[in-house]
């Protein structure tokens, strides 16, 4: 987002009764989020209010959305709009629009968990763990889906890049930060770690 206010906004909306201020505050709030493809930070937030927490009118649009089939959600350190699970079926089997479904086969999801846990890691790195070559492929399914891009060069002989995950990754698997993910005991507890 821009890092300065329109000029034509006004934030503060003091010509305005309080309670329809607030509204006003919410309903500024949810356009910003509905527009964004991508989770957007509090304090983009700030620049469409008057001088009030963001905080309480995301708790407050929430509960306005109460019984939608959308809801706030916190991810990627900020905030989305995002259709409730419930109607993750009612989504897929509409047409045109089944094809956002991630589409990850079960070696994919295991490369992306390694990358998640291990990174920035290279491709060897990646080799390393799963015992084969992960690849370009692959890496490349991963990437046009947005989930992971590249980190910095590493530092061995020939500096190969690394690989990432990405705040598609986050708000994806409705993580807000990567202190979210499972840890080794949690996945093993869940028959998904490694034997």
Same mark, same amino acid.
């Given at each position: 987002?821009?890092?300065? @206010? ?24 949810? #356009? =910003?989020?509905?527009?964004?493809? +991508?989770? @957007? ?12 927490? @963001? ?5 407050? *649009? ?20 995002? +259709?409730?699970? #419930? ?9 045109? =629009? ?12 295991? =490369?992306?968990? #390694? ?10 790195? *990646? ?16 990437? =046009?889906?947005? *989930? ?17 995950? +990405? ?19 949690? *996945? ?8």
């Amino acid at each position: 987002m821009k890092d300065h @206010v329109e000029p034509d906004l006004d934030r503060e909306l003091e010509d305005l009764p309080a309670e329809l201020r607030w509204r006003e505050w919410m309903r500024r709030i949810e #356009a =910003v989020l509905f527009a964004s493809a +991508t989770p @957007v930070p509090g304090e983009d937030l700030a620049r469409v209010v008057g001088n009030v927490s @963001v905080d309480l009118l995301i708790e407050d *649009l929430a509960a306005d959305l109460e019984g939608r089939s959308f809801e706030v959600a916190k991810a990627a350190g900020g905030w989305m709009l995002r +259709t409730r699970p #419930a109607y993750a079926p009612a989504i897929r089997a509409a047409a045109d =629009v089944g094809d956002q479904d991630l589409d990850l086969r079960e070696f994919d999801v295991a =490369v992306l968990a #390694a990358i998640a846990h291990h990174q920035p890691i290279t491709r060897d790195g *990646l080799k390393d763990i799963f015992g084969k070559e992960i690849s370009r492929d692959l890496i490349g399914r991963l990437q =046009v889906r947005g *989930l992971i891009g590249t980190g910095p060069r590493s530092p061995r002989r020939g500096a190969p890049y690394t690989y990432v995950t +990405t705040d598609q990754f986050l708000a994806a698997f409705d993580l807000e930060s990567l202190q979210d993910l499972p840890d080794r005991e949690q *996945l093993d507890d869940a028959g998904l770690g490694a034997s």
